[in-house]
């Protein structure tokens, strides 16, 4: 079965990501690694578009979006030329995993203690810490 790719179509990612249905986050999840790295990154941001309310109320969704998050995590692909600030603090070409931190520290700061302004080796510190605390819970 010839399954057409999901970087043939721009967009799709991002707009399955927000939807609020776990299965459609799921399925991005499966094909996240064949999006460009903005689409990527902009996955990440829609899939977290969500109040607490809705995660509080869907665990199947907070479940998805977590488990996407985490799969970003992993992805150290640099988007280079982007640059994030907020006060005085900036990051210059971040990684996806850097955003995917981020996100999942504003999702459960206490789970996933992640400073998107850190140093980076303390970011890649964090991110290791994070996925060793899944890999053994």
Known sequence: RNVPSITNVEGVGPFLARS??????????RRFAEQSVDQRLKTL???????????AAQPELRKAVI?????????????????IGWGDKTITDPRVCDLAGDHLHDLDPAAFPFDLFAPYAQREQQ???????IANP
Request: aromatic share 2%; net charge negative.
């Open 20 to 29: 609020g249905r776990p299965e459609a986050v799921e399925a991005v999840a």
């Open 45 to 55: 941001d829609q899939a977290t578009e969500h109040p607490p309310e809705t995660y």
């Open 67 to 83: 488990d996407l998050l985490l799969l970003g995590l992993r992805d150290n692909e640099v988007r280079a030329g982007m640059s």
């Open 127 to 133: 991110r290791l810490a994070i996925l060793a605390s």
